[in-house]
């Protein structure tokens, strides 16, 4: 079974930058899509970003301008580029993959750990 594992997040002051890291660890040539999500404490999970392909990107609007999302499909790595970065970004963040049609993680699956960002002066 696949494992996906975040990386990169940190403490940083409101305006600050951070750069997010997927790994998956199996089946990368057959990832069709991969994506970031969001909780903030108190929170449901939110969608913040997805990648199709390689090419076509999609975001929350409440991130869009801020944050880059991409891939390096031959490593099974995606990235989240998070810049001007606001109180409102601290959650914690997880990733995901489609493989062929079906994502990795649902709401019925278990999301791990995910990787903490904090934004606070």
């Known amino acids: 079974q696949v494992q996906l594992v975040e990386s990169g997040g940190g403490s940083v002051q409101p305006g600050g930058s951070l750069r997010l890291s997927c790994e998956a660890s199996?089946?990368?040539?057959?990832?069709?899509?991969m994506a970031w999500h969001r909780q903030a404490p108190g929170q449901e999970r939110e969608l913040v970003a997805t990648?199709?392909?390689?090419?076509?990107?999609t975001y929350a609007d409440s991130v869009k301008g801020r944050f880059t999302i991409s891939r390096d499909a031959a490593k099974g790595m995606a990235y989240l580029e998070m810049t001007s970065l606001k109180p409102d970004d601290t959650a914690v963040y997880y990733c995901?993959?489609?493989?062929?049609?079906?994502?990795?993680?649902?709401?019925?699956?278990?999301w791990g750990q995910g990787t903490q960002v904090t934004v606070s002066s």
């Open positions: 199996a089946n990368k040539h057959y990832i069709t899509a």
């Open positions: 995901n993959a489609r493989f062929g049609s079906a994502w990795a993680r649902t709401s019925t699956t278990s």
């Open positions: 990648i199709i392909s390689t090419r076509h990107t």
